[in-house]
């Protein structure tokens, strides 16, 4: 836990040394909203924006090694040199706020909510890596970024691994090196974020808005939604992190009568969510909300904001698209009516439809087959699909359909201050119509789900409560809830004091697996685990059941792999190699 808290602040001043200048920049470019200071957690957001398709650009022609790391570290000091009489300011701004407070019991009362449940994260993110696709595909896909720039056709190996997530690029630039393997911790920072921003809100100047209830609510329901898989490097568990900065965020733009500018909240919630779709396909819908945006603010633009736009998404998306291409052949993997590009290493047809087919397959929890194209209809997959979804996805799912009713009460009469709540819920619950036809697992579209779900309901809650009562209220609900949540460590302090110990430092390792050599061609020797289907941290290469006859492109394995010649569809059935 120690190590990992420690990764997390090194994250922190990373993340937020570029995000300073990044505001730096858009204050240069004469953006309204850059005269107020951006908080922390934003700042962190903004420069994980910037570094993805800086480092996804990196990957495309160096491995992500210690050296990047190194890089990487000497730039940020340097930009820190630079910005050493802002970082100066804010420092003096940091400790007289805390050494003077304006409401010393909110003070205290915040600095325990951020300890009691800053433990519960680090508890949940030093588990077991438990996380079944972690197991398949993730620990390897950054196994192979770490050693090895983007390697072309990689997806011929294994269909997962020409997975493109930008998730994956900054996983390995900001992981460190344990006694027992790689870890992997800016999943935890990231809800880290959320917890310093639900502090804020729940302590600060606007103590029982509509924030201060929405943040904790929201931050219970994801640690419950995920559990242990924070302490997986699972795209999944980060997405709704991000859809409910940046839906939280446009919200409160029109509510300080903003929306119809464009200013710096239009770039920093577009630029949040470009990033969740980079990072997983089925956040795709959220782009509905930047384009409201522009949409709203269009009067106000003038040619360099529209310059500055298109250069942003051209900056975000490009390394992400080369990326993608080189992985797999295809602009979007696993979309198989994206067949436009022709290059040796593309995955064949058919292998990219059975991809496809097995997504949709497995979300719909259908009986047949999982790589056979889905012919089920509505009402014979439902039922069965219904069944599997435990009480509290249920109920997340009934809050988010059923929440027409009280989005129409609130918003029939619409007035402007309301509009960015209106648009966010409608957005969502667009999202949540997306994820149910194209693959509806629950972990897809847990973010749309719960701003559906709860977005008409925040109506309930003062902007800015008059009651003292009102306003201290989430804060000891969120307290209570946070001392109740240091139940699971303490009962494993209790119960297994040497697993706890072992943790204090080191997280706990990813499960090791018994691989067995194997020759799918000549020249190429793949690992293929004895148990199971997951390689976890195995050598490269591992895969689950390679195809017979798989070419190498060279004589290394930078140079990737292509499929054979003539497809056979036959896999891993020879003898181990002398």
């Known amino acids: 836990m120690l190590t990992l808290l420690l990764s997390w602040v090194i994250t922190a001043i990373v993340t937020t040394t570029v995000g300073r200048a990044a505001w730096a920049w858009l204050r240069s470019r004469g953006l309204p909203g850059t005269e107020n200071p951006l908080p922390l957690e934003w700042l962190s957001l903004l420069g994980l924006c910037v570094l993805a398709p800086i480092v996804g650009g990196i990957s495309l022609s ?59 994260l680090l508890h949940q993110s030093t588990l077991v890596p438990a996380n079944f696709d972690s197991g398949l595909y993730h620990f390897q896909t950054l196994k192979w970024l770490n050693e090895y720039p983007t390697v072309p056709g990689l997806g011929n190996l294994h269909g997962r691994l020409a997975f493109n997530s930008s998730w994956f690029p900054l996983l390995s630039l900001f992981r460190y090196d344990s006694p027992l393997g790689p870890v992997y911790g800016l999943g935890g920072f990231l809800y880290g974020l959320l917890l310093v921003a639900l502090v804020r809100a729940t302590t600060g100047a606007r103590c029982g808005s509509r924030e201060a209830w929405a943040l904790p609510l929201l931050f219970f329901l994801l640690l419950w939604s995920f559990q242990i898989w924070l302490s997986s490097p699972a795209p999944d568990c980060v997405l709704p992190v991000l859809l409910i900065f940046a839906f939280l965020r446009y919200a409160r733009k029109w509510e300080l009568g903003h929306g119809h500018r464009f200013d710096t909240d239009t770039v920093v919630v577009g630029l949040v969510i470009l990033l969740a779709v980079t990072i997983k396909l089925s956040a795709l819908p959220a782009l509905l909300l930047p384009l409201h ?11 360099r904001h529209w310059s500055v736009v298109v250069g942003l998404v051209f900056c975000m998306l490009t390394p992400w698209l080369v990326r993608g291409i ?29 991809e496809q087919y097995m997504i949709m397959n497995i979300g719909q929890w259908t ?8 012919y089920q209809t509505v009402v014979e997959w439902v039922p069965h699909w219904w069944l599997t979804q435990s009480s509290f996805m249920r109920g997340v799912m009934l809050l988010a359909a059923g929440s027409v009713v009280p989005a129409v009460v609130r918003w029939r009469k619409l007035p402007s201050h309301e509009l960015g709540s209106a648009a966010g819920w409608l957005t969502a619950w667009l999202g949540c119509f ?31 409560p008059r009651s003292r009562t009102v306003a201290w209220l ?6 209570a809830w946070g001392l109740h949540a240091l139940c699971d460590p303490l ?79 036959r896999m891993c059935c020879l003898e181990a190699p002398d």
């Not at 949409?295 to 633009?301: D, I, P």
């Not at 492109?553 to 056979?568: C, I, K, N």
């Open 474 to 479: 989430p804060v000891l609900l969120t307290l």
């Open 62 to 120: 160096w491995a992500i090694s210690p050296n990047i790391q190194l890089i990487v570290i000497v730039s940020v000091l340097a930009l820190m040199l630079a910005q050493r009489k802002e970082i100066a300011t804010d420092f003096r701004q940091s400790c007289r706020a805390f050494l003077q407070p304006p409401n010393r019991y909110l003070f205290l009362t915040g600095l325990v909510i951020l300890g009691v449940l800053g433990i519960r």
């Open 326 to 354: 080189l992985l797999s052949g295809y602009l979007l993997y696993p979309v198989a009516a994206l067949d436009w590009i022709s290059v040796d290493w593309k995955i064949p047809l058919a292998s990219v439809q059975k």
């Open 491 to 569: 009962y494993q302090l209790r119960t297994q004091p040497q697993s706890f110990a072992r943790r204090l430092l080191w997280p706990a390792p990813a499960p090791a697996v018994p691989t067995l050599l194997l020759k799918p061609s000549k020249g190429l020797v793949v690992r293929v685990p004895q148990v199971g289907i997951q390689c976890w941290n195995a050598p490269l290469p591992c895969a689950t059941c390679p195809e017979i006859e798989l070419e190498m492109r060279g004589a290394t394995l930078a140079q990737g792999f292509r499929p054979p010649p003539t497809p056979t569809g």
């Open 293 to 303: 945006s522009l949409w709203a603010s269009r009067r106000a633009m003038v040619s």
């Open 367 to 374: 009986t047949h087959y999982t790589c056979l194209p889905p």
């Open 434 to 464: 997306f994820w149910f036809w194209a693959a509806p697992d629950y972990r897809f579209g847990v973010g749309f789900l719960l701003v559906a779900g709860l977005w008409p309901w925040l109506g309930l809650a003062p902007t800015q």
